[in-house]
């Protein structure tokens, strides 16, 4: 009977000698569906059993833009100080240290250029890896450096949003982005160079009071939170109850503050189409 019997108590195996399972091998979907990783990857990071749009960072974005993954990455070294000393739970030097060893980013938004489907495009994508994606005086210099290019170089210009809001550590030096960020669009807008936003989730607070919401076309990821305050927020301060998918993509596109929604697979084709028929040339 000892073959399904234990004859002696408790775990025997050496430590050394258990096999764990790796890390990362299967991902969960909001909705229950489990799906490998590597399957995943392959398919835009975006569930093949429920079409939930995982979130991902500027890599994988930049992966599906640019032709054959091919950029030049502008004001790489670009990254925060700490003017005001802040000090919460821990130092903000401490985080931003932290965020950057953690994360292998030097602040939560990059910038490149390179061509997509043929020609020039800049794209600024935000990282929500990198604390919360707030918006601090580096991501609002870095998204007015990306303007800049693109007025010189008259290339048009992406904005993917992922952001929980201003970086509170920053301060009012956090608010001034917003400020900063939509005057540098309105030169944009002078010069008649498109502006494409994506808003993917989350996309809150003074992003989404920003540059966020002033493209030419404002494009969402579907199922993605878009809003400036947090559903309990708007709740709270209204008193009244909400309405089913209140501030999904879904939602903001039937209320209008969206132009379309993009699924991943298309957003490639979807966005440089746009381009296209702003600037009345031939399709590609």
Same mark, same amino acid.
């Given at each position: 009977m000892a073959w399904f019997k234990r004859k002696e108590k408790g775990i025997t195996t050496a430590t050394e000698d258990k096999k764990d399972v790796p890390k990362g091998l299967w991902y969960k979907s909001p909705t229950g569906k489990v799906v490998d990783t590597e399957e995943l990857a392959k398919n835009l990071w975006v569930s093949p059993e429920d079409d939930f749009h995982v979130r991902i960072g500027s890599k994988e974005y930049f992966e599906i833009l640019f032709d054959d993954n091919t950029f030049k990455e502008l004001d790489a070294k670009l990254t925060s100080k700490d003017p005001l000393k802040f000090v919460d739970t821990k130092k903000y030097s401490d985080r931003l240290k932290d965020a950057m060893k953690k994360t292998e980013l030097k602040d939560a938004v990059r910038t490149a250029v390179g061509k997509s489907k043929g020609k020039d495009l800049v794209v600024c994508c935000m990282d929500f890896a990198f604390i919360g994606g707030s918006m601090g005086a580096v991501v609002g210099e870095k998204i007015a450096r990306g303007i800049d290019y693109s007025i010189k170089n %008259?290339? @048009?210009?992406? =904005?993917?949003?992922?952001?929980?809001?201003?970086? =509170? =550590?920053? !301060? &009012?030096?956090?608010?001034?982005?917003?400020? %900063?960020?939509?005057?540098?669009? !309105?030169?944009? &807008? /002078? %010069? %008649?160079? @498109?502006?494409?936003?994506?808003?993917? /989730? @989350?996309?809150?607070? *003074?992003?989404?009071?920003?540059? &966020? =919401?002033? *493209? /030419?076309?404002?494009?969402g990821e579907p199922g993605a939170l878009i809003g400036f305050a947090g559903p309990r927020i708007v709740k709270d301060t209204t008193g009244k109850d909400l309405p089913d998918g209140f501030q999904t993509s879904e939602f903001l596109l039937e209320h209008g503050f969206l132009d379309f929604i993009a699924h991943r697979k298309e957003l490639k084709n979807k966005i440089n189409l746009y381009i296209d028929l702003i600037l009345n040339q031939e399709i590609r």
């Amino acid at each position: 009977m000892a073959w399904f019997k234990r004859k002696e108590k408790g775990i025997t195996t050496a430590t050394e000698d258990k096999k764990d399972v790796p890390k990362g091998l299967w991902y969960k979907s909001p909705t229950g569906k489990v799906v490998d990783t590597e399957e995943l990857a392959k398919n835009l990071w975006v569930s093949p059993e429920d079409d939930f749009h995982v979130r991902i960072g500027s890599k994988e974005y930049f992966e599906i833009l640019f032709d054959d993954n091919t950029f030049k990455e502008l004001d790489a070294k670009l990254t925060s100080k700490d003017p005001l000393k802040f000090v919460d739970t821990k130092k903000y030097s401490d985080r931003l240290k932290d965020a950057m060893k953690k994360t292998e980013l030097k602040d939560a938004v990059r910038t490149a250029v390179g061509k997509s489907k043929g020609k020039d495009l800049v794209v600024c994508c935000m990282d929500f890896a990198f604390i919360g994606g707030s918006m601090g005086a580096v991501v609002g210099e870095k998204i007015a450096r990306g303007i800049d290019y693109s007025i010189k170089n %008259k290339v @048009p210009f992406v =904005m993917i949003s992922k952001s929980g809001g201003a970086r =509170m =550590m920053e !301060a &009012a030096y956090s608010l001034m982005q917003l400020a %900063k960020t939509a005057a540098k669009l !309105a030169q944009l &807008a /002078d %010069k %008649k160079i @498109p502006y494409i936003s994506l808003c993917t /989730d @989350p996309t809150t607070g *003074g992003t989404t009071a920003s540059y &966020a =919401m002033l *493209g /030419d076309i404002n494009i969402g990821e579907p199922g993605a939170l878009i809003g400036f305050a947090g559903p309990r927020i708007v709740k709270d301060t209204t008193g009244k109850d909400l309405p089913d998918g209140f501030q999904t993509s879904e939602f903001l596109l039937e209320h209008g503050f969206l132009d379309f929604i993009a699924h991943r697979k298309e957003l490639k084709n979807k966005i440089n189409l746009y381009i296209d028929l702003i600037l009345n040339q031939e399709i590609r």
